[in-house]
């Protein structure tokens, strides 16, 4: 069983910037693949960027290509969502999710094993 923690969600401006942060519990953390997704009020859960259990290879959504970047220390079991020039589409509660059977950066929210409660992102106009 793992058990993720999100934090680091809040209030900004747009253009702004947040750092998110997911701390597993397990001492498997490093090998399971990562992912953040999303999910806006009235509107589907959505996949936003996932990071493989080496961290060598990443997946973003086209919406945050350029401005989110996803990197994880497996030494500390945490994986991290830098959220740069923020916009008021990107509001949403953000949700960490790790996927222990196959390790790469998948798009898709039924390859996940795991999740946490979720963190709010408000970005303000």
């Known amino acids: 069983q793992v058990q993720l923690v999100e934090s680091g969600g809040g209030l900004v401006q747009a253009g702004g910037s947040l750092r998110l942060s997911c701390t597993a519990s397990?001492?498997?953390?490093?090998?399971?693949?990562m992912g953040w997704f999303r999910q806006a009020p009235g509107e589907t859960r959505e996949f936003v960027a996932a990071?493989?259990?080496?961290?060598?290879?990443?997946n973003y959504a086209e919406s945050v290509k350029g401005r989110f970047t996803i990197s994880r220390d497996n030494r500390k079991n945490t994986v991290t969502l830098q959220m740069n020039s923020l916009r008021p589409v990107d509001t949403a509660v953000y949700y960490c999710?790790?996927?222990?059977?196959?390790?790469?950066?998948?798009?898709?929210?039924?390859?996940?094993?795991?999740w946490g409660q979720g963190t709010q992102v408000t970005v303000s106009s």
């Open positions: 999710a790790a996927d222990q059977r196959f390790g790469t950066p998948l798009q898709a929210m039924f390859e996940y094993e795991y």
């Open positions: 990071i493989s259990w080496s961290g060598a290879s990443t």
């Open positions: 397990g001492r498997t953390f490093s090998s399971y693949a």
